[in-house]
């Protein structure tokens, strides 16, 4: 009979060394004796979805990271709104019928998360920002920064209708801009080196400089930022945040 209350919960992407997410949940679920389990899926093709979900039957809920947060969204019977306004899914609602029928619905928790995290350092001087890189983490930044009245411009490596390449990052527009949020995996851990390539030296005591990545605590993107007065932020307290929001989604 216990075995037949036991939750498990887990995380779809690829890789999956740098998930703060596991260690998270099972530290909560010990701490408030909660019976279940969470568990990384690393998946080297989004296709292999349905095999984690036929093989664990006592699978509640998932979290979504890269490189699938766009790529799962045909697998979805139903969006939430902010999600399907965002284009992208970072949690997976398991939604039982009576009859045992599955259906997934997905969510977006990183808009929110975001959005609860950068808003305190937002002022009157922080009204326009550059949000450098253009995959699904950046959608739901994109809808965070609108959220909160800050007008985003999309930094792109390729030229692209509406979005501004690295190349074109002039003076003015870094006067203009003075929010930069990276969500590139650009510095993560092991690649601790590395960091965006924009004109750090244009950077001011006004700016702000926000980094999703969170291993290491300072990266590369925040040192150099940090070297011309910028004000720098880690994505620690997002993940704290849109994880606490996704247990709230797995429990409505």
């Known amino acids: 009979m216990a075995l037949a209350q036991h939750k498990i919960y887990g995380l779809i992407g690829f890789p999956l060394t740098h998930s703060f997410s596991q260690n998270y949940f099972n530290n909560m679920f010990e701490s408030e004796h909660i019976d279940a389990e969470y568990v990384n899926f690393e998946l080297a093709d989004i296709g292999d979805l349905m095999e984690v979900v036929a093989e664990n039957p006592q699978l509640c809920g998932l979290n979504v990271t890269i490189p699938y947060k766009e790529q799962v969204i045909p697998y979805m019977d139903e969006m939430d709104e902010e999600a399907a306004k965002i284009g992208a899914v970072n949690v997976i609602k398991f939604i039982r019928g009576k009859n045992?029928?599955?259906?997934?619905?997905?969510?977006?928790?990183?808009?929110?998360?975001?959005?609860?995290?950068?808003?305190?350092?937002?002022?009157?001087?922080?009204?326009?920002?550059?949000?450098?890189?253009?995959g699904g983490a950046s959608k739901a930044i994109v809808q965070g920064l609108r959220n909160l009245g800050v007008e985003p411009t999309l930094v792109s490596r390729t030229k692209r209708e509406g979005m501004l390449t690295y190349e074109e990052l002039t003076p003015e527009i870094m006067a203009i801009n003075k929010v930069i949020v990276n969500t590139t995996p650009l510095g993560m851990y092991p690649n601790v080196d590395e960091c965006p390539d924009i004109p750090y030296d244009l950077l001011t005591p006004q700016h702000l400089c926000y980094d999703l990545i969170y291993n290491p605590d300072v990266t590369t993107f925040m040192k150099k930022s940090q070297k011309y007065g910028a004000e720098v932020k880690n994505g620690l307290e997002m993940l704290l945040l849109q994880a606490f929001e996704s247990w709230n989604i797995w429990n409505l």
Request: charged share 15%; aromatic share 8%.
């Open 100 to 134: 045992g029928e599955l259906k997934f619905k997905g969510y977006n928790s990183d808009a929110m998360g975001f959005q609860n995290s950068i808003a305190p350092l937002i002022n009157q001087n922080r009204t326009n920002a550059l949000v450098l890189g253009t």
